[in-house]
């Protein structure tokens, strides 16, 4: 084996790289050897209260910077991320594990986000009402929220962080990102894109850490906003401690995503679709699907025989191996922890049509996983109830359409769902009644694109606002209205009025 350079990953504070001093480090692993690549420093709450400070002095300049000045940076750093798209998904691949071509996707996703953040100018024009009674003129204006964070998760290394974020520096807040300290070497790269673009120094900034980082950042009294990204149980005290100490807080959290493929649909573009959507990125999105629900015995059993066959042949690899469908999970507990649902799931009675719990991989030391499925599965077992974040999908069947919509709704997460069907107005039943945020028609992963907002239901989302779409620059602004009335130098008449106007 090959030995590698463990580099340190430091903070990135007021447009400075600044090594930790906390003296508390985490290991970062590349998921496809299972190495340790690097160490990342965790901030304390004094270094992450002086990142608030240093933020807070340049939130004020950044805010004072006309919008069209501040999109003119956003212009510079999307062309940067283009030209830096095949370092960033090397970099991607490394540290997370999946394949390059989806690390360029998810890189494509996040210029996206970019794109709209870029059209900030636009989303935070305020109103403007002439005259609404004795000369007065009302209007209102979208201002910043000063220091705002995001916090983010190990699975989308650069979409979701820029998803987060990008729109809050346009409409001219300072923000601190605290990366998942599993994949801080892609949030430091951002950062140096950032800086190259012109940012000013203190708009931008990253600390890393774990738990207790998050918890100065999420208490400091200087934070105004918190958006946040990754598992339900964490997002729950996020929101809870985050509202707790007054801030605008939303929470995306983890999903169970149910495709439901009705008798009348196309059944090999359902296998199809349900392929991609439930084993990319060995699972490891919110978005991901993994409940195949075929309605009705005969949809079940040439569903389930075709699903088969095609599971069978996916590929799982190191993130640069060009013929790989997907590559390794996130760590060795991930992959423990996926392989114990798998086993728990087969003693309550599942049935394992394919099992990859042992795959052949040339570089074995990695965290792999091959495609697994199993049929048999009820709503009663955990591994319907609980998302399972790796490449174990299950089959669950149902009679009807109203049993898949029942069983769906009573669900704790609601974040994404699709049906497949040729009938209009079973489509039509399905998306008026369904109680998710996200959903498919035909479309396999229905994540809607920049311009439109994004978020789950239930449990897959706490707080108010969405991410992407026009919500975002709701999110990290605050309106104010402003009533104006100019006085005629000439008009010597004035009234004291003590009633409520009428
Ligand atoms: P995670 O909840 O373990 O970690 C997310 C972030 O929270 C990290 O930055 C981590 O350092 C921090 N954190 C972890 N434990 C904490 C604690 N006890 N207190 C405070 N902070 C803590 O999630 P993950 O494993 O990195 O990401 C996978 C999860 O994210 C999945 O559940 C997935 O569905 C979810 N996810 C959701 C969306 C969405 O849009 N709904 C998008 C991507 C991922």
Redesign the pocket.
């Known amino acids: 084996m090959k030995a590698v350079t463990v580099e340190s990953i430091p903070h990135y504070i007021n447009g400075e790289k600044v090594e930790g001093k906390s003296n508390r480090y985490g290991a970062v692993y590349s998921p496809s050897t299972g190495q340790k690549i690097a160490t990342v420093a965790y901030a304390t709450k004094e270094e992450v209260d002086e990142t608030v400070r240093l933020a807070k002095k340049a939130q004020i300049e950044w805010a004072k910077t006309s919008v069209g000045k501040r999109v003119q940076v956003l212009h510079k750093f999307r062309q940067l991320l283009v030209e830096h798209t095949e370092e960033m998904a090397q970099l991607i691949g490394k540290e997370n594990g999946k394949t390059i071509s989806d690390a360029k996707g998810e890189i494509s996703r996040g210029i996206e986000s970019v794109d709209l953040a870029i059209g900030a100018p636009h989303l935070i024009k305020g109103e403007h009402s002439v005259n609404v009674g004795g000369d007065i003129n009302s209007y209102s204006m979208k201002q910043p929220l000063g220091v705002v964070t995001c916090?983010?998760?190990?699975?989308?290394p650069v979409m979701?962080p820029l998803a987060m974020s990008t729109m809050a520096v346009a409409v001219g807040n300072a923000m601190i990102l605290?990366?998942?300290?599993?994949v801080p070497c892609s949030a430091l790269f951002i950062s140096e894109l950032w800086e190259k673009a012109g940012l000013p120094s203190g708009v931008w900034n990253v600390v890393n850490g774990?738990?207790d980082t998050?918890?100065a950042i999420i208490t400091h009294p200087d934070i105004e906003a918190i958006s946040f990204?990754?598992?339900?149980k964490?997002a729950e005290?996020?929101y809870e401690t985050g509202t707790k100490h007054h801030k605008r807080v939303n929470a995306?959290?983890?999903?169970k995503n149910h495709m439901v493929i009705m008798p009348d649909a196309d059944i090999d573009k359902a296998v199809d679709s349900f392929i991609g959507a439930a084993y990319g990125a060995a699972s490891q999105r919110?978005m991901a699907i993994s409940v195949a629900m075929p309605v009705g015995e005969k949809t079940a059993r040439v569903f389930t025989e075709k699903l088969k066959a095609k599971v069978e042949n996916l590929k799982v690899g190191t993130y640069d191996d060009e013929h790989a469908d997907f590559g390794a999970v996130i760590s060795a507990e991930a992959k423990q922890s996926i392989l114990q649902s798998i086993d728990d799931a087969v003693k309550e009675g599942a049935n394992i049509l394919v099992d990859g719990r042992n795959p052949e991989v040339e570089n074995n030391e990695g965290f792999y996983l091959g495609p697994t499925l199993l049929d048999h599965v009820t709503p009663e077992m955990n591994m319907y109830k609980e998302?399972v974040?790796g490449p174990a999908r299950i089959i669950v069947n149902v009679d009807t359409i109203e049993e898949a919509i029942h069983l769906i709704n009573d669900h704790q997460y609601g974040?994404g769902v699709t049906v497949f069907t040729n009938s209009g107005s079973h489509a039509r039943k399905f998306t008026q009644e369904i109680e998710v945020g996200m959903v498919g028609v035909n479309v396999p992963i229905p994540i809607p694109v920049g311009y439109h907002n994004f978020g789950?239901w239930k449990g897959?989302?706490y707080g108010e606002g969405q991410?992407f779409g026009p919500d975002t620059a709701r999110f990290f602004t605050k309106t104010k209205t402003v009533s104006e009335r100019w006085f005629d130098l000439d008009d010597k008449d004035s009234e004291t009025n003590f009633d409520f106007p009428s």
């Open positions: 916090i983010s998760p190990f699975n989308f979701v605290k990366p998942s300290e599993k774990d738990k998050v918890d990204v990754g598992s339900t964490v005290i996020i995306f959290g983890g999903g919110c998302e974040f974040n789950g897959s989302r991410m």
